[in-house]
């Protein structure tokens, strides 16, 4: 049996072809769980370069709730993270901010060929709300959402 988690991520991945990075209940800098498919050469470039400090896509996520295309963030990009992202294939974005109970979730999608629409906004949204429900702090996994977990997230 396929969990909750596992498909929430796979309906994600659909609409961020480019893939995504997925920070859930960020405290002291760090996320609590973090899902990630941006290409292996990007994460490199982005790691090695310490763009997160720069990033205007985490910054807004950090600081505002709700959902917000990266063409929005560009004049807040002095570093060029954008346009960095661009030339690995992350040609438009999107940033969906959670504020609920203390409890920060980021997280960041892409693809190469378009804008995301209102309506994939709205389900990418969507996503994050109750992923970010699945996984606070006195929520039970399932065993199926356990094991997504342990094998999808890059830290838990």
């Known amino acids: 049996m396929k ?15 480019a893939g995504y990075a ?3 209940h960020v ?4 996320p609590t769980y973090l899902f990630r498919t941006y290409s292996p050469e990007w994460n490199e470039h982005y790691s090695a370069s310490g763009l997160v400090m ?20 560009k004049d807040s990009d002095p570093a060029g993270v954008l346009t960095d992202a661009e030339e690995f294939g992350l040609a438009y974005g999107a940033t969906v901010g959670r504020l609920e109970d203390g409890s920060r979730t980021v997280a960041g999608f ?3 060929d378009r804008e995301f629409s209102d309506l994939e906004l709205g ?18 996994l399932s065993p199926a959402d ?4 342990r094998t999808r997230s890059v830290t838990a």
């Open 123 to 140: 389900q990418l949204q969507s996503a994050v709300a109750e992923l970010h429900e699945l996984t606070k702090e006195g929520v039970r």
């Open 3 to 17: 969990s909750r988690i596992a498909e929430i991520l796979d309906t994600v991945a659909g609409l961020a072809s």
């Open 146 to 149: 356990e094991r997504t977990i």
């Open 22 to 24: 997925i920070g859930l």
């Open 110 to 112: 892409a693809r190469p």
């Open 54 to 73: 720069q990033d205007p896509v985490v910054a807004w996520g950090m600081t505002e709730t709700g959902a917000v295309r990266w063409s929005a963030l």
């Open 27 to 30: 405290r002291f800098a760090a």
